[in-house]
Structure formats: C-alpha cells, structure tokens
C-alpha cells in the first residue's frame, strides 16, 4: 500500500458564513487533507502540532479513519492554531479574522520513521520552512510532492516559500493566491509563470467555479459540480488537494492523464465538505456517496458532438 505523508496546520476554527457561525470547532489544513485521503487505499500520516488545549477525540477522530498521527506533537503547556474567517454573501471570498500561530510559532516537524519512504508527500498550508523541512526528513526524494498555501504565507514568508516552491512536482493554490504569487491576472499567465518557479504540474482552484490543471502547454478544466446547499466552503481546497494526493497515491501514477482523474476525485471531494460546517460532512463520508456523486460528475460533463 503507497504512503502518503501529510503535513499542515491541524487547528482550532470559528467561522462566520451567511448561513451561521460556529464557536472553535475541529479544523486545519492537514485535518482536512486527512480525512479526505482517508477515502482512498493509501497508508497517510499527518505531520502536524497542537495544543494541551485540543481535545483527544479530535485525534481520535484521524486515527480512526485510519490516517496515523504519531507524527502530531503535542505541546502540553502551549495553545492551538486558531483560525477565524468570515464569508462574504457570495461565499466565494471570505475575510480572514484571526490568526493566531500559538504552538506553530516555534515548530519542528517529525516525520516518523516508517512513513520516510513514502512516494507522495503532500505539503499542505503552513510555514514554508516546516514544509521544506519535511521534504528534508525523507529518505528518498518521492515520487511526487505537491504543495498548497496561502497568502497569509505570501504575506510573512515569501522568500522561503520560493525556495520550497523550487522543490515540488505540483502546486495546489487558489485563483487569488495565483495572481498574488505571479502579479498576472490572467492565470494561464500565472500558471505559466509558476511553471517558471519550478512546479511542473500546477493547480488553480476557482471555488464554485472549478479547477484548471496545467502542465507544459496542457490545460485540463474540470467544473465544480453545482450544489444545491453550501453551507461553509472552509476546508474546501485543503480537501481537494486531500483527494487530488489521495488517488495518485493509491494509484501511482503520476502523468498528466491521471492528474486530470486526480483533480475530478479532488473536486468530487470539495463537493462534500461545503454542505455542512467544518468537518462535519467529510466525517460521515461513505464510499458509495463518493460513487454516485462521480457518476453525477460524469454525466455533467459529457457530451456527444462529432467532428470530422
Ligand atoms: P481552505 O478553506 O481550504 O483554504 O482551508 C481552511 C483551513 O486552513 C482552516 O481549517 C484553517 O484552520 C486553515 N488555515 C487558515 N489559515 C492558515 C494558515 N495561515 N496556515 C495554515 N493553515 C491555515
């Protein structure tokens, strides 16, 4: 079975959306990615850091969806990532509230021993440093590294993120953190520019507008499915990106070809977790409701027309 190594924040969130607002519930970048790799054959581990203040059924919660958390530390005497966004009307653009790094601030990942060897390594959002630190703990170089952040990383820390940025085969990153990265608003230009920093393969994430995948002149489109509920779109490029690592680790292969099934699995995956709040929905996920939306997926997007 591949391994498949994940690393990014595992938090505290409150969100605001027009639909309600939660106090600090189960969140982070790696949560997500977790349980949503959790979907597919592949041994992960989340490399990650919390708080004495986070519940143990929250680890729980991971370990019992089989992703290994021996590589989350936890720092007895100190706090939690905490996140709190808020969404605009539109639910695609929200406003960051609070950020507050607590135990990140001074954190050094571990990766255990046996996930060392893993193929696919997914760096999910947080410090460039720590993501660059993971790749460094690895035996081999892997058969696949993806990364994904964001502007808060632009933002504080954009010299070292160009230098992990150098060091991957795929980025995952979202239509605005595109054109913050490269100043291009068009984002084939983007893309082509990001190709330019390293990545071979890049992502752009459109929300409820789909994913564009780019690779050497190739471009790929996949929509996002229409929905008749969104409730909460937090977590919803952290779980593409979960089921995007997901099934080219199960898969192993790593082409071009594949990476367009990856990014259908992926939007598959980010369909589900905007209809209830945090984690909730991924949590109660059963294979035969990923089946059926895929197949929903399909019919969407196919068509008949012959051409000569
Ligand atoms: P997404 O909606 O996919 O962009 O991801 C939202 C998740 O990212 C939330 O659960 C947050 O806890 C987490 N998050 C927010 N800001 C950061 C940050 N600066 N670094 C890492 N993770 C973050």
Redesign the pocket.
């Known amino acids: 079975m591949s391994k498949l190594v994940i690393v990014?924040?595992v938090?505290?969130?409150a969100i605001e959306t027009p639909f309600g607002k939660t106090d600090k519930i189960l969140?982070?970048?790696a949560?997500?990615i977790g349980l949503s790799a959790s979907n597919f054959d592949v041994d992960s581990a989340v490399v990650s850091v919390v708080g004495g203040d986070f519940p143990k059924e929250y680890l729980d919660l991971l370990s019992n969806k089989n992703v290994n958390i021996d590589g989350i530390e936890i720092v007895e005497d100190g706090k939690t990532?905490?996140?709190s966004?808020k969404y605009h009307n539109d639910m695609n653009s929200?406003d960051?509230l609070v950020?507050e790094?607590n135990v990140?601030e001074h954190f050094n990942p571990v990766v255990p021993d046996v996930y060392k060897e893993a193929d696919v390594v997914m760096l999910?959002?947080?410090?460039p440093m720590v993501q660059q630190g993971v790749l460094d703990q690895m035996n081999k170089k892997p058969k696949l590294a993806i990364l994904?952040?964001?502007?808060?990383?632009m933002d504080i820390a954009l010299d070292d993120l160009h230098a992990v940025i150098k060091n991957v085969d795929v980025i995952t990153i979202?239509d605005e953190e595109a054109r913050q990265l490269t100043g291009e608003y068009s984002l084939v230009v983007a893309a082509r520019k990001i190709h330019e920093m390293g990545p071979k393969y890049v992502v752009i994430k459109k929300g409820e507008h789909g994913a564009l995948l780019f690779n050497d002149g190739h471009m790929f489109y996949a929509p996002a499915l229409p929905l008749e509920e969104v409730f909460d779109?937090?977590?919803?490029?952290?779980?593409?990106?979960g089921g995007f690592a997901g099934y080219l680790a199960k898969t192993e292969d790593y082409s071009f070809e594949n990476m367009k099934n990856a990014v259908i699995y992926g939007s598959t995956l980010a369909s589900f977790c905007v209809e209830k709040f945090?984690t909730e929905r991924m949590q109660s996920l059963s294979k035969g409701d990923i089946e059926h939306r895929l197949k929903d997926f399909k019919k969407l997007t196919q068509f008949n027309i012959e051409l000569s």
């Not at 999910?124 to 410090?127: E, P």
């Not at 779109?233 to 990106?241: K, S, V």
């Open positions: 990014g924040t938090a505290f969130d969140g982070g970048a949560t997500y990532f905490f996140w966004g929200r960051t950020t790094l990140l999910g959002n947080l410090h994904d952040t964001m502007n808060f990383w979202n779109p937090t977590g919803a490029g952290d779980t593409f990106a945090g």
